[in-house]
């Protein structure tokens, strides 16, 4: 479930790093210019991260994170 409140001055760094916390294999060479991909061990999958986060772009990438088994508030808590 995703947390009712997201911040909205959001840094890739940090939502990286959170990321990483709860599992994830942080990719930073492999993206497209500045994104990044957080990577799931257990299916492969990965989620590209933007430099340029936003509200709508947390919201969507949290989506994708509970979607692989994670959750939201433990990466939000992280954050």
Do not use: C, W
Request: net charge positive; aromatic share 6%; charged share 25%.
């Amino acid at each position: 479930m995703l947390p009712p409140k997201l911040p909205s001055d959001i840094r890739q760094r940090r939502l990286l790093k959170a990321l990483q916390k709860v599992g994830f294999i942080i990719n930073t060479s492999s993206g497209k210019g500045s994104h990044a991909q957080a990577i799931d061990p257990k299916s492969g999958k990965y989620i590209t991260i933007p430099n340029h986060l936003y509200k709508i772009a947390l919201r969507e990438i949290l989506k994708l994170a509970e979607d692989l088994g994670y959750d939201a508030t433990e990466i939000m808590k992280n954050y």
